[in-house]
Nanobody
Framework: VQLQASGGGLVQPGGSLRLSCEAS????????MAWYRQGTGRQRELVAS???????NYADSVKGRFTISRDNAKNTVYLQMNSLKPEDTAVYYC?????????WGEGTLVTVSS
């Protein structure tokens, strides 16, 4: 399984970005897809997750601002990020669980700064 994330970049506070992560090398539905992030000097933390059945979980810090979704036919997960804050600055990683294995993408940098 390979995960390719895209959509990061520089955005001003209050702005929006949409991250995408496409999984390849899979033949069946991926049970869980998620986004994590790691800021400088901080531990990697879960941002949001979504199961193949549509159950969703968010970190408290992003509730009401971020929306996770997925297209099972395309094996792609999205993260719509609105009302971005400087503290959202981090490398965002795509993560998935597939038939007992855990997989990570390389990450995409999101910088929120004026």
């Amino acid at each position: 399984v390979q995960l390719q994330a895209s959509g990061g970049g520089l955005v001003q506070p209050g702005g929006s970005l949409r991250l995408s992560c496409e999984a390849s090398g899979v033949r069946y539905s991926i049970s869980l897809m998620a986004w994590y992030r790691q800021g400088t000097g901080r531990q990697r933390e879960l941002v949001a997750s979504i199961t193949s059945g549509g159950s969703i979980n968010y970190a408290d810090s992003v509730k009401g601002r971020f929306t996770i979704s997925r297209d099972n036919a395309k094996n792609t997960v999205y993260l719509q990020m609105n009302s971005l804050k400087p503290e959202d600055t981090a490398v965002y990683y795509c993560n998935s669980y597939y038939y007992g294995g855990e997989y990570w993408g390389e990450g995409t940098l999101v910088t929120v700064s004026s």
